[in-house]
């Protein structure tokens, strides 16, 4: 889009923008008044049932894994079990506002927004979908919203348990504390929390109005601009709503840095029992607020570093040179965007905004693993691998390890298989698209996962492993005994170095453990399960579940062909089927 050029083309460029906008957010709040009230009542009640329903059940099993466990020693087993009911008996208050504020926030602001981008240059029919978009797919959103929270109450809260009361190797330790440091540990959080949640708010509260300055100050330049977010049609009228909301943004950044000031003065107390000093956790109280400063700093190109004490709560000083270290690469980048800004001119190309618009978001990583797990999913039914045994242990038991675990697992040894030949700094999740270090989401708990990743996938560039050794590899992932001698030999693995086969194991453990993790995210088993009802429908194109998987659902599509109209009535039949499940 032209950028106006001058003082009267950007007056008229204003002057015209005002009336379109005004309608548009007259509109969209009126959708939200209207459709917000289902909403909230949608994720109250939904959700509050769930947190109401299953509490007595959370409670009890909660305690007694604790109980059970052997991953946790008998000092730190004792304060869980006697910390536990405060958590416990919280969680449903929490649960409940969270779902109320939730539902008011989603309810409202869905309609609005979705009203600014009916209006974008790829939308045909734009008065049509100002008006209709943001009603109906909200209110749906609302019941996958209730679906998906459902879902981690449940099954991920249970998975987690089972997983905590698993056995342990006879050589691994248990976690646990000593008790000579359990009295430190306690006057540190006693001290911690109130010192630390009192001083980054009030932090908090004085950044705030730069907060909102600079931000309303950005915002106008490239909305007169047209750059950054600004810069496509689209979202010209969607800049005076982001100016309107933006106090919202702020208020919920302060909102953040209180809830947060909580959890950074407990963990005062892992300070004090890793050092072994009183002195170094104080320490840590004092020095957490000069890093929360500078953080804050850094965020809204303000002064370098802080002016507050910063004082040493670490003995290992080579872990304090890497963090001196790595503070000065820091304020070295802090430097290059800062000066950036200072240099700002109003070019689409140079746009500060649009430094970011390279990084891929975690949800199209997220997108991109169902994507890749229903390619390779459709190979493996194909290829014998996923037979129909394993869709109707999914189908009928709710729970396959096969499918849920071992089939993404695969998916994702594919990735890194393919990463490592190609020589990639990073990991080769498509043909044209490479995740690096540079363009990853910046998501604390995507980097959970991805980052050891990038560890594994080293490990198999070091291995080189033959296209021989791959095939057998692959196999042994499906395979429901890996970690026998006789399974790798009954599959012929070509290699019998014992060192490079438990190598392999490992990674095949690792692998598992993280997928394992990732089963227990939200939207997960709905889009899993959206995905199992696509490799059913390749069962039934493939013909290879005429004789076993059909008698099972023989109700459902009465014994006819894999035709279009037999599969409308199977996925019918099959949704039926799993919601009784």
């Not at 229903?374 to 390890?401: P, Q, T, Y």
């Not at 790798?488 to 014992?498: K, L, Y």
């Not at 095949?508 to 995905?531: A, D, K």
Request: aromatic fraction near 10%; charge should be neutral; include cysteine.
């Amino acid at each position: 889009m032209k950028v106006p050029l001058g003082f009267l083309a950007t007056l008229w460029s204003f002057l015209s923008f005002l009336p379109f906008f005004f309608l548009l957010l007259v509109l969209g709040l009126l959708k939200g008044v209207i459709i917000g009230p289902i909403v909230v009542g949608i994720i109250l009640i939904g959700n509050s049932s769930v947190i109401i329903g299953l509490w007595i059940a959370h409670f009890l099993w909660t305690y007694y894994c604790v109980i059970r466990t052997k991953r946790i020693g008998l000092v730190l087993k004792i304060v869980v079990l006697l910390l536990l009911p405060v958590p416990l008996i919280i969680w449903p208050v929490i649960g409940i506002v969270g779902s109320l504020l939730g539902g008011i926030g989603y309810g409202f602001f869905a309609p609005l927004l979705a009203t600014f981008e009916a209006v974008g240059e790829n939308v045909t029919d734009k008065f049509y979908h100002c008006f209709i978009d943001g009603c109906r797919d909200t209110i749906e959103s609302s019941c996958t919203v209730v679906r998906d929270f459902t879902d981690l109450c449940f099954h991920s809260y249970f998975s987690f348990m089972d997983e905590l009361c698993e056995k342990v190797a006879s050589d691994e330790k248990p976690v646990d504390i000593k008790l000579l440091k359990l009295p430190s540990c306690l006057l540190a959080i006693l001290i911690g929390v109130p010192v630390d949640v009192m001083c980054i708010t009030v932090v908090a509260v004085w950044k705030s109005p730069y907060m909102l300055l600079i931000g309303w100050k950005r915002l106008l330049e490239d909305l007169v601009g047209r750059e950054g977010p600004f810069l496509e049609t689209v979202c010209v009228p969607f800049a005076g709503l982001a100016i309107i909301l933006w106090p919202l943004a702020v208020i919920g950044a302060l909102l953040g840095a209180i809830v947060s000031s909580f959890f950074l003065g407990l963990y005062a107390a892992v300070v004090v029992h890793q050092e072994d000093s009183l002195e170094m956790g104080l320490a840590y109280i004092v020095a957490v607020v000069s890093h929360f400063d500078e953080y804050v700093n850094d965020m809204l190109y303000l002064r370098e570093g802080s002016c507050l004490p910063r004082p040493r709560y670490r003995r290992n000083m080579s872990s304090s040179a890497e963090r001196e270290s790595s503070g000065d690469n820091d304020s070295v980048n802090t430097n290059i965007r800062r000066e950036g800004s200072l240099n700002r001119k109003l070019v689409s190309e140079r746009s500060r905004t649009l430094q970011w618009i390279h990084q891929y978001k975690p949800i199209q990583i997220w997108d991109w693993l169902f994507k890749s797990i229903e390619v390779h999913g459709k190979i493996l039914v194909r290829d014998g691998l996923v037979k129909a045994a394993d869709i109707e242990e999914c189908f009928l038991k709710g729970n396959s390890k096969k499918l849920s675990i071992k089939l993404p697992t695969w998916t994702v040894l594919q990735c890194l298989l393919a990463s490592a030949k190609s020589n990639s700094t990073g990991l080769v999740i498509s043909d044209d698209v490479e995740l690096t270090k540079a363009n990853m989401p910046r998501d604390k708990v995507f980097e959970w996962f991805i980052e050891p990743l990038w560890i594994i996938k080293e490990q198999i560039k070091k291995l080189q492993l033959l296209e021989a050794e791959e095939a057998c590899l692959n196999k042994l992932v499906m395979s429901s005994k890996y970690d026998t001698p006789e399974v790798w030999d009954e599959i012929g693995f070509p290699s019998s170095d014992d060192v490079k086969r438990a190598q392999l194991q490992g990674i095949i453990r690792r692998l598992q453990g993280i997928v394992s993790s990732m089963s227990r995210m939200p939207t997960f088993r709905r889009r899993f399960r959206n995905l199992v009802k696509v490799l059913y429908l390749e069962l039934l194109q493939a013909g290879a579940s005429n004789n076993h998987i059909g008698g099972t659902f023989q109700s459902g599509y009465n014994g006819k062909g894999a035709g279009s109209g037999t599969e409308i009535e199977s996925v019918s039949a099959l949704d039926d089927k799993l919601d009784l499940v």
